[in-house]
């Protein structure tokens, strides 16, 4: 009997060394697992037409792409922030004393295309900078969560504390660049202007070049709301009642009343670059309240809010001679097809061009700020071709050691080194 409880005693011993042994076996594989970077086999190739936008490179060299499948890696991936800022290739650094010098606080709208967003804010992604992200309220639970699971892993980045279920066209798009606003100026970073971005927006600047653009003679003290009086033909927009309704706008038949304090109304675009002093003075100005008010029953507000409080001697920065003045925006409008632009080479949705990759020559001559819009599964190309010519022309300003996790591509040749190999000393 003895000696069968010291066989039981034993073989329970064996079993719980075993138990131990296994897990620290498990653990160490899962750790390794979720270190290791993304791996670039199922990257698509850059498409040749491409090829015209990058570096002159030796015969026989190839830009390879590196974890590209953002989408995947942020829904599946276990979170490690470390590792996530790593192998989704942002920039952990300021490049220049002059970019540190003038932070921007940036306003990204977004409620589809997971994979554009997390493109789109890696591409604008710098430490100094604020980033407030409006989640549209109607997305799926698992699209909020993976927003918030890469919003987490950055002190700078944030989401917006009220969202709204956006509308188009609709009173809703104007209030949720208004809750991040409010956000802003409750931020310890001493943001200098914000830029308001949709999730389907790319940069075509650089954020050196930004900065620069937002501090040049015509723009340094100065908000830009490109736009100009209300064109009889949109009238409508403001001179009738609307309101939304199972999301979209309906018109209700209704003539509104004038404008108060006897505004001037003007059209323009809905995006903006705004100094701080006029987002202080949209969120405490008796003007711009009762603006808002008077807005809400209007026809895409946004795109007359902005301009027209811009217009008034009495906003901080305004414009009052303003017109179209500023690059903010490079789009392809259907009806401006043979004057401002030569056609879209992808397709159109509500009379904007979404991008292909023959467009691209014109989006990078043109030289705006950023450019709208772009989809990732209808022409990824393009997408794909822009953004690592982006990344290239950042990293060719920058005055700091680059880092060989900011490289979204590699260039294998036969010596085996990467265009930036001397700046990375990779």
Not at 306 to 321: C, D, F, M, Q, R
Not at 352 to 373: H, Q
Request: charged fraction near 20%.
């Amino acid at each position: 009997m003895f000696q069968l409880e010291q066989t039981k005693c034993s073989f329970l011993l064996c079993l719980g060394m075993s138990i131990i042994v296994c897990s620290v076996i498990y653990l160490r594989a899962r750790i390794s697992e979720e270190s290791k970077p993304l791996l670039p086999s199922s990257c698509r190739s850059f498409s040749n037409e491409c090829k015209d936008f990058f570096p002159i490179t030796e015969e026989g060299s190839e830009w390879q792409r590196h974890g590209c499948e953002v989408e995947k890696y942020i829904l599946y991936t276990p979170l490690q922030c470390s590792n996530l800022i790593r192998d989704l290739h942002f920039i952990t650094t300021p490049l220049s004393s002059e970019e540190a010098a003038y932070p921007l606080a940036f306003i990204v709208t977004v409620h589809k295309e997971l994979e554009i967003f997390v493109r789109l804010l890696r591409a604008i992604y710098m430490p100094q900078n604020v980033y407030c992200i409006h989640v549209d309220a109607k997305v799926p639970g698992e699209y909020q969560a993976a927003v918030q699971k890469l919003v987490s892993c950055f002190p700078n980045i944030f989401l917006s504390s009220r969202s709204e279920k956006v509308t188009y066209a609709g009173f809703s798009r104007l209030q949720a660049d208004l809750n991040c606003m409010n956000d802003l100026t409750k931020s310890k970073i001493g943001w200098r202007k914000v830029v308001n971005l949709c999730g389907q927006d790319f940069p075509v600047k650089s954020n050196l070049e930004l900065v620069r653009y937002l501090q040049s003679k015509e723009w340094r003290d100065r908000n830009m709301t490109p736009g100009v009086k209300q064109p009889v033909y949109m009238k409508y927009r403001t001179h009738l009642q609307y309101t939304e309704e199972r999301g979209s706008v309906k018109g209700l038949g209704r003539k509104k009343h004038p404008p108060p304090h006897n505004l001037q109304v003007y059209f323009g675009t809905a995006y903006y670059a705004l100094t701080r002093e006029f987002v202080d003075f949209v969120l405490k100005s008796p003007i711009a309240h009762d603006l808002l008010e008077w807005s809400k029953d209007t026809f895409s507000p946004d795109e007359h809010y902005w301009v027209t409080l811009n217009h008034i001697k009495e906003a901080p920065g305004s414009y009052v001679n303003g017109g179209w003045e500023g690059d903010i925006r490079a789009i392809k409008w259907r009806d401006q097809e043979g004057f401002s632009h030569n056609g879209c080479k992808g397709h159109y949705v509500r009379n904007i061009c979404v991008y292909g990759t023959e467009d691209l020559p014109w989006i990078i001559n043109k030289n705006s700020m950023f450019a709208n819009k772009f989809e990732s599964r209808t022409f990824p190309e393009a997408l794909d071709c822009l953004e690592q010519w982006h990344r290239n022309k950042v990293l060719s300003q920058t005055t700091v050691p680059i880092d060989p996790s900011w490289l979204l591509a590699t260039l294998s040749t036969s010596s085996n080194s990467s265009y930036f190999n001397i700046t990375a000393g990779a």
